[in-house]
């Protein structure tokens, strides 16, 4: 009889152990959801207090009088019971730290109370005693499970459910037969066989239990596995809409863009086109008048041709812009086109009173496209003419610094105008920016993009004592 008892226990063991390492090991393979350390100490629990009790029982002699190991064995079952209930608790609210301090004072008080009864009382007693205790937690746990119910629909709570009312019948069972019974137990042939099996019966459904929590938690993961599911495609959804939307604004800023610079071209053109109109027609007067004097033809053509070079050069820079080219480059000398330049602006220089400072450093040597380099440079001289053109400033000066950096050249063009206002410092390089000071019409947004292409960079800085400077660095080679 008592091996039978015992094998009963160490089955229902061997079952739970099965049990905890077989959902330890699956809740190791994913990450989504973490089990509830209540009910996974619970079962480790009660594994520990069959084993114990199954244990005992082998040994035991008089049933009114056991050994210390029930008290251990009752403890940890009773510890088991309250963990569970606790769990159920968790599934609706957060477990408090004055819970977790209550239960475990409650653990100290069962263990002096269940030692007492062990040495003072009879089978009955305790039995009945630990019957009771755990019909409260079943209760409780009852309730709980109920109320979580109420939120979700999960099959598997609904068979912990019935699994807990099974349970507490079957404790409520063996107290009935205790109090029915009308001698006392001393040896573990004088249990009666109804109470064996109500005594098996419900740690059996406690065993259910702990299958219905595991099944509880799977429902979890594979929620949360299609929750992840929808939320990937979810995902991949806005990143396509994103890119499509990216896409579309590329597409608004390209049209914006071009037409922008379709504008600005126009505008330009219209310069220097105007200006050849308005001498034609002054030259078909005095043809037709017959007074052409032979210097002011040659004073027409020669502006005419000016004209004609300019509006060719608004072209063959802008063409690049669209270019999906390298560069075509060649050996350069900055200090060359800095003279060119100042050859074609030295007519305004001496006109507005402006003083040139010249720094180079000799063998200012690159490879480069020297017309499109030659762009840049004109366009920021003619910016700091323009902006000197309407400063107050009564000594105006234009400064040129050329000098070698680590792998490069540095050019800066600085003057000691009004300066650029902050406002404005943030837009300087955008196409047809409010910034005034945009010599060709595209203005520093040009000037970047030759500068970027050639594998540089161009920067503004506040000029010292006033004024604004830009700087130019460019590669020994160019990069496009």
Not at 222 to 248: D, Q
Request: glycine share 6%.
């Amino acid at each position: 009889m008592k091996l039978m008892l015992a094998i009963y226990f160490f089955i229902l063991a061997i079952i739970q152990m099965g049990l905890f390492f077989g959902i330890s090991h699956y809740y190791r393979s994913q990450n989504l959801v973490r089990p509830s350390p209540y009910w996974m100490n619970s079962l480790l629990v009660s594994i520990l207090g069959l084993i114990i009790f199954g244990a005992g029982i082998v040994t035991i002699e008089d049933v009114a009088k056991p050994e210390f190991n029930f008290t251990v064995a009752n403890t940890l079952l009773y510890i088991a019971i309250g963990l569970q209930a606790i769990f159920c608790y968790s599934l609706n609210q957060p477990i408090s730290k004055i819970l977790k301090i209550g239960f475990f004072i409650s653990v100290i008080l069962f263990l002096i109370v269940f030692e007492f009864m062990r040495v003072h009382s009879t089978f009955e007693v305790r039995t009945t005693f630990m019957c009771m205790v755990a019909s409260v937690f079943y209760i409780w746990q009852i309730l709980e499970i109920r109320r979580k119910r109420k939120q979700i629909s999960s099959n598997q709570l609904t068979y912990l459910q019935y699994a807990s009312k099974a349970e507490l019948f079957f404790a409520i069972g063996r107290m009935a037969i205790l109090v029915a019974g009308t001698f006392t137990i001393r040896q573990v042939d004088q249990i009666p066989q109804f109470l064996i099996l109500f005594t098996i019966a419900q740690l059996v459904m406690n065993t259910l239990s702990y299958i219905a929590i595991g099944g509880y938690w799977a429902e979890q993961i594979t929620i949360a596995n299609v929750k992840s599911h929808l939320e990937n495609e979810e995902i991949k959804a806005l990143l396509k809409e994103r890119e499509a939307l990216i896409g579309s604004l590329l597409k608004a800023n390209k049209t914006a863009s071009t037409g922008a610079l379709s504008a600005s071209i126009a505008h330009e053109l219209n310069q220097p086109l105007g200006a050849s109109s308005l001498n034609i027609q002054f030259l078909q007067k005095k043809l037709a008048d017959g007074d052409l004097d032979p210097s002011v033809q040659s004073e027409i053509l020669n502006t005419l041709l000016v004209d004609n070079n300019r509006a060719a050069n608004i072209i063959r820079s802008l063409r690049s812009i669209f270019s999906e080219k390298h560069v075509v480059s060649s050996k350069v000398d900055l200090s060359d086109l800095i003279d060119a330049v100042l050859n074609i602006t030295k007519p305004e220089c001496i006109a507005r009173n402006i003083q040139i400072i010249l720094r180079l450093q000799p063998g200012l040597i690159l490879q480069a496209n020297a017309g499109e380099i030659q762009q840049v440079l004109l366009n920021l001289v003619n910016n700091s003419i323009q902006a000197l053109e309407n400063s107050s400033q009564g000594h105006k000066k234009l400064t040129i610094e050329g000098v070698h950096t680590e792998g490069g050249i540095r050019i800066s063009v600085a003057d000691n105008g009004d300066g650029i206002t902050t406002d404005t410092q943030s837009q300087l390089f955008e196409l047809l920016s409010s910034n005034k000071r945009n010599g060709m019409g595209l203005g520093l947004w040009l000037c970047k993009h030759i500068v970027t292409r050639h594998g540089g960079s161009i920067w503004f800085e506040s000029n010292l004592g006033g004024g604004a400077k830009f700087l130019v660095q460019l590669p020994l080679n160019t990069q496009g």
